[in-house]
Each structure stands twice: as structure tokens, then as C-alpha cells.
């Protein structure tokens, strides 16, 4: 008794000492990518006249000066990204053989803007991403979630693969476009020509173009896999939450769990840190898939159709896998988040009633109510909650779309 007494003092004394790391400093090697393509700055900027967290204290705070050029390299990169999208549309006609291109090429530039503009506004509004980190901090130091096994649980290994991944794939699409710019391949009088437009075809404008290109390339790619990380920390706490209720119903062996009052206020604030970020996801996700989704038919429309050129084919295929995967890669990981957050219900239905009080019982039907009300997870600018079920309607709206164009083209 006395060994287990001090063995548990251990443990706590080590929790004690062991400091809490915020969400935030957890995401370190992704917002540091995105900081450097120029779509992220910190939250909690001097100029935003807000303390920093009561919760915990940073274990990186950069001195003000630093963060105040931050935010100016961020607006200046959004103000290029905007200005090379009027600059496309300015030039998208006339009517030639590089009309399709100079679509593909405007539709993307505009992806990318708008993109930008969604995660530079959701840092300056302390209610988006700063709030978010606050709550979610806030609930994960309460010494009560600890004591019920519901400890944060982040995962390492994808952020790391992601942030890999983001670098990897721009690294490639710069790359790639500088080959056309630079090599003399069948396809390069056209890209030449798309890219520089309205401007002259001069070697400083192409090496402009290829600068923005890299930016693009990242706002592209890591605002989307900031959405998955971040789906995936919320699930992970969801299926953690159900693992721990199953638990206790099946220990109570037919009465009502003793923490299922603490349990049903911990996913209430996992509710309500979902809601929080949708603020800014919901504008994210819903331009993500309009423009994807337009690109992705597109481009499939240009494949069937267009010129049988290994090298225009190849293009084409790499647009219409980055769309595609864009938009199943943000889908599944959302839709993971609604079916975590839904897969306590029939735990919930389970749960025994013998010798139940009145207070017990409200307690249970709030909790029933929460999992069956408004559904839980990330929007599309709030038409709807995102589920599986989309991804099937999406899926089978595509396939039909690509038979039909495949058909017509057969006739």
C-alpha cells in the first residue's frame, strides 16, 4: 500500500514538473513553413493588444520587432499573390490555342489568393486561431481531464510527414515549371506565353513568375495540410473520450458511471474548440472546394478533348491529381472529425439506469441530446457538415461527369 502511495506521489510529482507544451508550439515545424510562405503570423502579436495566455507561457516568444516584420512579410506576399491574379485575368483572352492553359492557370492563381486571404485574416482575428489555441490549452492543463485518462494526445509523426510532404511536392512544382521555362520542350512557347501574359516574354518576368510560383506552391499545399493535422489532434480526442466511456459503462456493470458528468462537460469543450477553428476552416474548406472541384473538371475536360501531347497530357494529369487529392485529403480527414465526435452515441444508449437519480438522468439526456442534435464537425461556409456521405456524392459526381465527357467524345 505504502509502495503503490509512493509510486503515485512519483507520478505526480513528475507531472508536476514536466511543463505543458501548447498546441501551438506542438505545430512549430508546420506554422514555421507557413510563415515562411508568407500565410501565417502570430496570433499574439503587440499589436493586437492581447495578453498572452494565462494557461501557459511559450517556451518561444519572439521579441515584437520580429513578429511586427512577420506580419508585414505576410501582407506583402498576399498583396504579390493578388496582383499576379489580376494580372492573370487581365490576361486570359483572347480566344487561342493557350485559352484552356491561361483558365487552369487563373483558376489555381486565384485558389491560392483567396486561400491566403482566409488564413491572414483568421491571425489577425484573435476569435479564429488564437482563440483556438487558448481554449484547447486551457482544457488539456484542467487537472481533472488528466485524472480521467483524457491526457492530449498530438500526433507527431503526421505533422512531421506533412510538413515533409508540403516541402517535397512545392519543391517539385517549382522545379517542374522551371524545366518548361528553361528547356526547350514542345510545351514551352505556350507555358512562356501564359505565364508572362500581359507582360513581354523577358527572362526578369519569367524569374518573377517562377518567385511567386513557389509561394503559390505553398499556400497550395499547407493550409491544407494544417486542416488535416489539425482534424486529426480533434479526432484523436474524440475516439480517446469514447475508449474512456466504454470503459466505465462496462465497470459500472449495469449502473450509471460515476464520471459521466465530467465525461459529457470534456466533450462538450471538444465541441465547442471544433467550432472555434470551423470559423475559420468553413471559408477554407468551401473555396478549396469550389475552385478544386472546377479545376479537377476542367482539366478532366482538357484530357479527353484537348491535344494528344505527351508533355500537355502529363501537365494535365499532374493538375488533376493535385485537385483531386486536395479535396479527398481536406474531406476524409473533416468527415473523420464528425464520425469521432458521433461515435459516442451508442456507448450512450448503453449506459445502465439501475438506481438512477433525477440528477443522473438529466445529466444523461443532455448528453444524449448534445450527440444527437447539430451535427459536429468542420463546414463548407456553413451549407453543410462535412461526412462520408459527401465524399460518396462527390465521388459519384465526378465519375459521371468523366463518363459522360468520355461518351460524347466516343460519339
Known amino acids: 500500500m505504502n509502495k503503490g502511495t509512493v509510486t503515485q506521489t512519483g507520478r505526480n510529482k513528475e507531472r508536476e514538473n514536466d511543463p505543458f507544451t501548447s498546441i501551438e508550439d506542438r505545430l512549430k515545424p508546420l506554422l514555421l513553413s507557413m510563415k515562411i510562405m508568407g500565410i501565417y503570423f502570430d496570433p499574439t502579436q503587440a499589436k493586437n493588444k492581447v495578453e498572452p495566455s494565462e494557461t501557459y ?3 518561444t516568444n519572439p521579441p515584437g520587432w520580429w513578429r511586427s516584420i512577420n506580419r508585414l512579410y505576410c501582407y506583402t506576399v498576399l498583396l504579390l499573390l493578388w496582383f499576379n491574379f489580376g494580372r492573370c485575368a487581365v490576361g486570359v483572352f483572347p480566344l487561342d490555342e493557350g485559352l484552356p492553359l491561361r483558365i487552369i492557370l487563373t483558376t489555381w492563381v486565384l485558389l491560392c489568393a483567396l486561400s491566403a486571404a482566409i488564413i491572414v485574416a483568421a491571425c489577425q482575428k484573435l476569435t479564429h486561431f488564437r482563440s483556438f489555441y487558448k481554449h484547447w490549452d486551457s482544457v488539456f492543463q484542467c487537472p ?3 485524472n480521467m485518462g483524457c491526457g492530449s494526445k498530438f500526433p507527431a509523426q503526421y505533422l512531421k510527414l506533412g510538413t515533409a510532404t508540403g516541402w517535397f511536392l512545392g519543391t517539385f512544382n517549382v522545379a517542374a515549371l522551371c524545366t518548361i521555362m528553361f528547356y526547350d520542350l514542345p510545351i514551352s512557347p505556350v507555358y512562356l506565353k501564359a505565364f508572362a501574359r500581359p507582360f513581354p516574354e523577358s527572362k526578369w518576368v519569367i524569374i518573377f513568375n517562377i518567385v511567386l510560383h513557389m509561394f503559390q506552391s505553398g499556400v497550395w499545399l499547407f493550409p491544407i495540410i494544417f486542416i488535416s493535422i489539425i482534424a486529426r489532434v480533434i479526432r484523436a480526442q474524440f475516439l480517446q473520450l469514447a475508449k474512456i466511456l466504454s470503459r466505465q459503462i462496462q465497470e459500472a456493470d449495469g449502473h450509471f458511471p460515476d464520471q459521466l458528468t465530467e465525461l459529457r462537460f470534456h ?7 471544433v467550432d472555434i477553428v470551423n470559423r475559420s476552416f468553413k471559408w477554407l474548406l468551401g473555396v478549396r472546394f469550389i475552385l478544386d472541384i472546377f479545376l479537377a473538371c476542367f482539366v478532366c475536360y482538357q484530357i479527353i478533348n484537348g491535344p494528344l501531347d505527351i508533355f500537355v497530357i502529363a501537365v494535365n494529369v499532374f493538375w488533376l491529381g493535385g ?12 468527415s473523420g472529425v464528425h464520425d469521432a465526435a458521433h461515435s459516442l452515441l451508442d456507448d450512450i444508449f448503453s449506459i445502465g439506469t439501475q438506481d438512477v437519480t433525477v440528477e443522473q438522468l438529466g445529466q444523461l439526456n443532455l448528453f444524449l441530446s448534445k450527440l444527437t442534435g447539430t451535427s459536429v464537425g468542420f463546414t463548407a461556409i456553413d451549407f453543410f457538415v462535412i461526412t462520408k456521405e459527401f465524399i460518396l456524392t462527390l465521388s459519384g459526381l465526378f465519375m459521371t461527369y468523366f463518363f459522360l465527357l468520355l461518351q460524347f467524345k466516343i460519339a
Do not use: E, F, G, H
Open 144 to 146: 481533472s481531464t488528466n
Open 323 to 334: 485537385s483531386v487529392m486536395c479535396t479527398l485529403v481536406s474531406a476524409m480527414c473533416s
Open 57 to 59: 507561457a511559450s517556451k
Open 267 to 273: 466533450y462538450t469543450q471538444l465541441c465547442q474548440a
